[in-house]
């Protein structure tokens, strides 16, 4: 089993995440289920090389193409894996505010370091009191006193972001709830101004390179689809920031992530799981998504074969 549940006046976890997080991604069986199995095992061999954290059921995860009752299964499977919950975020965002709260209310239950929140993401031109007003809703229904929150920016999935201003209205009401943000917009001015201007709030930019600024800008880390590959090199980055060898990891994680980010990166992420393990399984998505094609396997395969990537290979085969 898992680590047991905090008591009611214990946090979901006392130590904050930071670091290499990988948003890992979900391997599927032919008709479409998650393969918890092979869910539980990938996210142990991450935490054994490298990452100082796991995003479950993120966008890389594909978590919003799975029902409630699909997720909260594989809340359970990691729970009573034993795999170590402090170490783990889990997107808890739905488009239907009982969804998110249920998964919310679950992430405490469970005892997992954090939950996730995408924004609403089907009605768009949401105003700020609205936006305030849903999150509000889902922590104050989801158990506040235990709940650790951190807020997911993807506006160019979601339609909907997290403004500033939003986000400092929550952490000024919520400040012990509300504990930080990821941000996959890409836009580091933003990712930037959220690490200066919200106080005690650790912010994820969502690709490796991004912790090439992580000392300047005042990152807590880097939460990443391609760290599903990149581990045990970024990791190398993160624990040697600010040193020549830190930023030439770095620099060698980021040309993985250019060469996996040719095609959709989901796809491109499962597709190096699936070569690197030998498993063809791994390729699969859920539809709408869909594999990439042999041609476009062709060229990610030579983007990668002038990066580090044969190193992850014979970690894999270990």
């Not at 679950?106 to 009605?123: I, K, Q, W």
């Not at 031109?125 to 999150?135: E, F, K, N, R, S």
């Not at 990891?249 to 095609?263: D, F, G, K, M």
């Not at 796809?267 to 690197?276: E, R, S, V």
Request: proline share 7%; with cysteine.
């Amino acid at each position: 089993m898992g680590e047991p549940d905090p008591s009611p006046e214990e946090p979901m976890s006392a130590q904050r995440l930071r670091g290499v997080i990988a948003a890992a991604a979900t391997p599927l069986k032919p008709d479409w289920s998650i393969d918890l199995a092979k869910l539980t095992a990938h996210c142990r061999w991450l935490l054994d090389h490298g990452c100082d954290g796991i995003n479950l059921l993120g966008t890389t995860g594909e978590a919003t193409s799975f029902s409630r009752d699909q997720r909260l299964a594989v809340m359970r499977a990691v729970a009573e894996a034993g795999l170590p919950l402090a170490r783990f975020m889990v997107g808890t965002g739905a488009a239907a505010l009982e969804d998110a709260v249920a998964l919310t209310r679950a992430a405490v239950e469970l005892g997992f370091a954090g939950a996730l929140l995408l924004p609403p993401f089907y009605y768009k031109g949401i105003d700020p009191a609205g936006l305030t007003d849903y999150v509000a809703a889902v922590i104050e229904r989801a158990g506040a006193a235990r709940l650790k929150l951190y807020l997911y920016n993807f506006p160019q999935n979601s339609g909907v972001p997290y403004p500033l201003e939003v986000v400092q209205a929550l952490k000024q009401r919520y400040p012990a709830v509300l504990v930080g943000l990821k941000d996959s917009s890409g836009d580091m001015a933003y990712a930037a101004a959220m690490a200066k201007e919200v106080p005690d709030f650790d912010v994820f930019p969502s690709a490796e390179g991004g912790l090439k600024q992580a000392k300047e800008l005042g990152f807590a880390g880097c939460i990443s689809a391609t760290a599903n590959v990149t581990a045990p090199i970024v990791a190398e980055g993160w624990r040697g920031l600010g040193t020549p060898a830190g930023a030439k990891a770095i620099e060698e994680a980021s040309a993985v992530r250019a060469a996996l980010c040719l095609y959709p990166v989901i796809a491109c992420t499962k597709w190096a799981l699936a070569d690197l393990t030998g498993d063809a399984n791994w390729s699969r998505l859920s539809p709408p998504l869909s594999a990439i094609d042999a041609g476009q396997q062709a060229k990610v395969k030579a983007a990668l074969a002038a990066t580090r990537y044969g190193e992850v290979r014979a970690l894999v085969a270990a």
